[in-house]
């Protein structure tokens, strides 16, 4: 499905990607980082014009200037599945350390999506066996699938 399908209202985020080799990423200042091969998941909004169809449908494109942390693991990873609450509260951070507190999940690179909050990341590192409860423990009924 594409982010055209997504609401243009603001909102919360939890991007699923999946790095199908182990890769190096460049994060700005949070330097050089090799990920394993697997599903990662990050936690963001999208308050600014357009909500979540506009933020998803950049996240999603593999051409585009790098200006977020999560533009280094957007061009190398694969987009997997998108979960969404359409709501004007920014439920990042929440859903941040719900996904932290999950059995397995860990943190690959600290300070990733965070730097405008105090949580130690919104990026997370999900063991497949994991991803439906992480669906489950944010709520999401359905998801928008990628293949």
């Known amino acids: 499905m594409p982010a ?6 603001p909102g919360t985020y ?14 700005g200042r949070l330097g050089a980082h090799d990920l394993p091969a697997g599903l990662y998941a990050y936690a963001g909004s999208a308050c600014g014009p357009g909500g979540l169809r ?9 051409d585009k200037p790098r200006h977020w942390h999560i533009d280094a693991l957007t061009a190398a990873a694969r ?24 059995p397995g999940v860990s943190l690959p690179v600290a300070g990733f999506g965070s730097s405008d909050c105090t949580c130690p990341a919104h990026l997370f590192a999900l063991p497949d066996e ?18």
Request: with cysteine.
């Open 4 to 9: 055209s399908a997504l609401p243009a209202a």
């Open 14 to 27: 939890v991007l699923i990607v999946r790095l199908d080799a182990p890769t190096r990423i460049v994060v």
């Open 54 to 62: 506009a933020r998803l449908a950049r996240h999603l494109r593999r």
């Open 79 to 102: 987009p997997v599945a998108i979960w969404t609450r359409a709501a004007p509260e920014r439920l990042e951070c929440a859903w941040a350390g719900t996904l932290a507190a999950l």
């Open 130 to 147: 994991r991803l439906q409860a992480a669906r489950r423990a944010l709520g999401q009924p359905d998801e928008i699938r990628y293949t």
